[in-house]
T-cell receptor, first 111, second 115 residues
Framework: DQQVKQNSPSLSVQEGRISILNCDYTNSMFDYFLWYKKYPAEGPTFLISISSIKDKNEDGRFTVFLNKSAKHLSLHIVPSQPGDSAVYFCAEIQGAQKLVFGQGTRLTINP | DAGVIQSPRHEVTEMGQEVTLRCKPI?????LFWYRQTMMRGLELLIYFNNNVPIDDSGMPEDRFSAKMPNASFSTLKIQPSEPRDSAVYFC?????????????FGDGTRLSIL
């Protein structure tokens, strides 16, 4: 199975500092990655994406970095705000017909 | 604009009963996805439709699970008979096209408990 792994189940960051969420993948084909954010009792919402032809994509406070040689991507949030407290999922499109999600990382922003 | 609407929000039923989950996608979206979220397996794609046609149901766990999309504004996921291991949160999502790089818009899910 091609896997997407988020090895940190939780992360705690102080308000105003940088949050870095990590994701590793095993597939080596051309791919597309997405990050979703999920609040309790709600569905995931799309946050940001990146194609494997790029190594960085930025949208406001959110930046995703892709390191293809290490098969690693990360989501940076700066500055972190209390409303960023949520579960973050990375997802990989595999074979153009499947979206595979990581297990999620619960981010808590402390005031 | 209304988002993806799922019903019911919560369902508790006894093992062996039939369960039907419902989804109304965002108007104008041509693709609809059913996901299941469990502690053990995370968020898994069960099946998806393009223009009301099922494209890939390889994620459907067993023959007890079936999904239909009779028209562009409605889909159902049915479990018959239900089992305790089917307990999970079931999400429906829709997107403009069947391209997976298009953001998917999720409903708030149905929390299903099978006793």
């Amino acid at each position: 199975d091609q896997q997407v792994k988020q090895n940190s189940p939780s992360l705690s960051v102080q308000e105003g500092r940088i949050s870095i969420l990590n994701c590793d993948y095993t597939n080596s084909m051309f791919d597309y990655f997405l990050w979703y954010k999920k609040y309790p009792a709600e569905g995931p919402t799309f946050l940001i994406s990146i194609s494997s032809i790029k190594d960085k994509n930025e949208d406001g406070r959110f930046t995703v970095f892709l390191n293809k040689s290490a098969k690693h991507l990360s989501l940076h949030i700066v500055p972190s705000q209390p409303g960023d407290s949520a579960v973050y999922f990375c997802a990989e499109i595999q074979g153009a017909q499947k979206l595979v999600f990581g297990q999620g990382t619960r981010l808590t922003i402390n005031p | 604009d209304a988002g993806v609407i799922q019903s019911p929000r919560h369902e508790v039923t006894e093992m062996g009963q039939e369960v039907t989950l419902r989804c109304k996608p965002i108007s104008g979206h041509n693709s609809l996805f059913w996901y299941r979220q469990t502690m053990m397996r995370g968020l898994e794609l069960l099946i998806y439709f393009n223009n009301n046609v099922p494209i890939d149901d390889s994620g459907m766990p067993e023959d007890r699970f079936s999904a239909k999309m009779p028209n562009a504004s409605f889909s159902t996921l049915k479990i018959q008979p239900s089992e305790p291991r089917d307990s999970a949160v079931y999400f429906c999502a829709s997107s403009l096209t069947g391209d997976f790089n298009q953001p998917q818009h999720f409903g708030d899910g149905t929390r299903l408990s099978i006793l």
